[in-house]
């Protein structure tokens, strides 16, 4: 806490010298702030790039204070994820239309649960300065013992107004607060784009490393949820654990290039905006423009500048004097380029590493929690080794180029190479190669005033069969209804592919399949969206055949508390169907702000595919400035959900599987409620909280995974600067 009050003095001492987040009202997209240093100019623009097609995606980051106190969690902004408890532990969404993993382009299966800290390059910020732009961020809890701490960095400069470079750097240190909890991550990542009038390019190199250390959850439930049944009193550090010294590692790498090269013409426009057509061409100073349009001429002729010349009252101006800035506005031309067409390249390499290691020899206790053994020893150093690479090549023709051109057209094909080792029972390593040939079409209209739309189609082969494909489109439609705008979105794919290669095939210690005879998944997914003024409605429906899945198996023994688990890869041969609706609602008064949300599952096969019924978030809170300068948002915020059989986490595969239905338990109906209080000063965001507020020792069920607490009442505090340097 004394920290923290020493980082809120010198933000308030240093108010003024702050400069760089714009105002929470801005939606623009390039940052004009107001000038507080005359000699620096000032001015940022951030984009996005399609991992797939290169498209540059003009957006902002989230750079408002609401909400901003709840980055700090893994669960989170709205408390969607179930989590092991601790910062930057695996996690994985308790609404099913949050999970859209795409195998067919999914990558490394052990680092999606870490989706919180990693990120894939479509998710990505790219930027535009007009002077070098620092940001740092930081959330802390707890102390040097027991707690948490995330602290990333942003610096991004520009060369010239085409070329920009920076850096990132993001560090994540959960210590935990039970024992053999904690977690680290370190990512970095650099930078550069080059957007040009015919040549685009955007270069992006990135390590991330992972380190998380497995507990296996609490040996027994009643430490949290009857404490008072054990003569001793437990603190959450000296409670017992399934596992100790056991942990799992990660290593990854990626590299994403993305470059377009655009074929278009020149076009000329007048002051007015309209088309001006080139009648003549000569030298490279002598072209003259006769026509304008069809329904108006501009005038020609002007008279030249007195230099002691005789003055021609006749004479053409050429298109270089036209050009100029300093021509009487009703003869200045400007020049634009005109894309029609676009070849487009984009390439990602991808190089991650998993261990896992469990030293049993050094905790005898441990040696109870494996159920099965497939390699010798008493420790475990399960390696897995996964490499790929992707080239896309795709040519585009330009929507709007012509008045006749009402939609984008591309035609793409990609090469991608996955190679991934396996240990084999003799202690050696086993390689499986793929090589898989994509070829696509797609049509997409952004342009239209009231209704947009993008499709595409594709599928894949393996050199032997084709069968995998993909049909995806979407629609949206934006019309004027009582002084505001109704959004409707829809949303359709219907897809089949393999199971990811790792539920197909995966060996170590004390888990080993080989499923060379599962079948294609098949999905159909359909969602729509309503929008109007404050109000939101979603609903989605997917329809599944041959699910593949993992489980775990958890087995007795004669030692009470103590048991063996194990894990497979399964895969049903039912039909199953979810379908969900989501309803969010803002409303103001005065003063006062609510937020709330309900989304209502259904699932058709609970024991598969596990879902709670109900799922809520809700935020009351005041927003208001103080001295006019200083905006603050005080308020609580509740997450909530129904009781189920939630999935329980597997350390042996660092993923989420579905209970045994012989000793599943289940968790929820238990809210989870924060108080805050969140600032912006000038161009600087900070915040103090108490997060779970509402805990008390044998009172409910605190958890979001079996077996797996939270972390009792904490004070967090979070801070964001940024800098024009």
Request: aromatic share 14%; hydrophobic share 35%.
């Amino acid at each position: 806490m004394l920290t923290a009050l020493m980082l809120l003095a010198a933000i308030t001492a240093s108010a003024q010298r702050i400069i760089g987040l714009e105002d929470d009202t801005r939606t623009d997209h390039f940052t004009e702030d107001s000038v507080q240093k005359e000699d620096v100019p000032e001015g940022i623009e951030y984009w996005q790039v399609d991992e797939r097609f290169g498209d540059i995606v003009r957006n902002q980051p989230d750079t408002l204070m609401t909400l901003f106190q709840n980055n700090a969690f893994t669960s989170g902004r709205t408390g969607h994820y179930n989590y092991l408890g601790n910062l930057g532990s695996p996690r994985q969404s308790r609404l099913w239309f949050d999970n859209a993993a795409d195998a067919m382009h999914g990558g490394f299966l052990f680092a999606q649960p870490y989706d919180f800290f990693l990120k894939e390059p479509s998710e990505l910020w790219w930027t535009n300065t007009k002077s070098p732009f620092t940001n740092l961020t930081y959330h802390e809890c707890g102390n040097k013992q027991y707690g948490e701490d995330r602290f990333s960095a942003l610096f991004a400069t520009n060369v010239n107004k085409r070329l920009g470079l920076g850096f990132e750097a993001d560090y994540l240190y959960g210590r935990g607060y039970y024992p053999s909890q904690s977690t680290s991550q370190i990512n970095g990542r650099l930078f550069a784009s080059y957007i040009g009038e015919r040549y685009d390019l955007h270069v992006s190199v990135s390590t991330d490393y992972l380190k998380t250390s497995e507990n296996g959850g609490l040996e027994d439930d009643t430490y949290i949820t009857n404490p008072e049944a054990f003569p001793t009193s437990y603190s959450e550090a000296d409670m017992p654990m399934r596992l100790s010294k056991t942990w799992n590692r990660q290593r990854l790498n990626t590299v994403f290039l993305s470059q377009r090269y655009r074929l278009g013409f020149r076009r000329y426009r007048d002051t007015a905006g309209r088309a001006v057509h080139v009648s003549q061409l000569g030298g490279a100073f002598a072209r003259t423009v006769s026509a304008l349009t069809t329904d108006s001429l501009l005038p020609t002729t002007a008279q030249p500048a007195a230099t002691g010349q005789p003055a021609d009252s006749t004479r053409t101006l050429t298109l270089e004097e036209r050009l100029r800035p300093d021509t009487p506005d009703s003869l200045r031309l400007t020049r634009e380029f005109v894309p029609v067409a676009s070849i487009v390249h984009t390439l990602r390499v991808d190089a991650d590493k998993r261990r896992f290691r469990s030293n049993l020899g050094m905790n005898a206790d441990a040696t109870s929690y494996f159920l099965d053994f497939y390699l010798p020893g008493d420790s475990a150093n399960d390696v897995t080794r996964y490499t790929r690479v992707r080239n896309m090549l795709s040519l585009e023709i330009n929507e709007g180029f012509s008045r006749w051109m009402k939609a984008g057209v591309r035609l793409y094909a990609s090469h991608e190479f996955e190679r991934y080792t396996l240990p084999t029972l003799d202690l050696g390593t086993e390689r499986y190669i793929s090589h898989f040939i994509t070829l696509g079409a797609r049509i997409v209209s952004t342009q239209g005033r009231y209704f947009r739309y993008d499709a595409f189609g594709e599928t894949r082969s393996d050199g032997k069969t084709w069968g995998e494909f993909i049909i995806s489109g979407k629609a949206e439609g934006n019309f004027p209804l009582f002084g505001d705008t109704l959004h409707v979105g829809l949303n359709g794919t219907l897809r089949a592919e393999r199971p990811d290669i790792y539920i197909e095939h995966y060996h170590a210690r004390n888990a080993w399949w080989d499923n060379d005879g599962f079948d294609k998944v098949f999905r159909s997914r359909l969602t729509g969206t309503l929008q109007w003024r404050d109000t939101r409605l979603s609903v989605g429906i997917e329809t599944m055949q041959n699910y593949a899945y993992f489980a775990e198996t958890r087995l007795a023994t004669s030692t009470e508390n103590l048991f063996l688990y194990g894990v497979s890869a399964l895969q049903s041969k039912k039909n199953i169907q979810v379908l969900s609706g989501t309803l969010a609602q803002d409303l103001r008064l005065g003063i006062f702000r609510w937020t709330g949300e309900l989304t209502a599952q259904v699932s058709s096969d609970k024991d598969v595919l596990p879902l709670p019924a109900l799922n809520a978030y809700t935020n009351l809170y005041v927003d208001f400035r103080i001295a006019r300068v200083l905006h603050t948002q005080i308020g609580l915020d509740l997450r909530w959900f129904t009781e189920y059989y939630a999935p329980t986490y597997s350390p042996i595969i660092g993923q989420y599987a579905v209970q045994d239905a012989d000793s599943r338990v289940k968790i929820g109906n238990y809210p989870v409620i924060n108080a805050y209080a969140n600032f912006h000063l000038k161009r600087t965001r900070f915040y103090l909280m108490a997060s779970h507020i509402n805990y008390s020792s044998g009172t409910g069920r605190p958890f979001l995974v079996p077996h797996h607490p939270l972390n009792r009442l904490i004070v967090r505090f979070g801070v964001s600067w940024n800098f024009i340097n």
